[in-house]
């Protein structure tokens, strides 16, 4: 049986929660974001934009979209 092909692409951006390398904290960034993502604790960069996908400079603790 051949798998039809989706009609409606998914998204390839998602919310990811991480974890500051320096002071532990936990907060919700966007895999896509246009500007520089900063921890709300310690003011370490945790995410910098690249022209689409960001790079992330922390641990990913999860990814809290998923596209059924």
Do not use: Y
């Amino acid at each position: 049986m051949k798998k039809e092909r989706e009609l409606i692409p998914k998204p390839r951006s998602r919310f990811l929660r991480v974890k500051c390398p320096d002071c532990s904290n936990e907060q919700v960034i966007f895999s896509h974001a246009k500007t520089v993502v900063n921890c709300l604790v310690c003011s370490r960069v945790l995410l910098k934009p690249g022209g689409g996908k960001g790079k992330v400079e922390a641990e990913i603790v999860r990814q809290l979209n998923s596209w059924g």
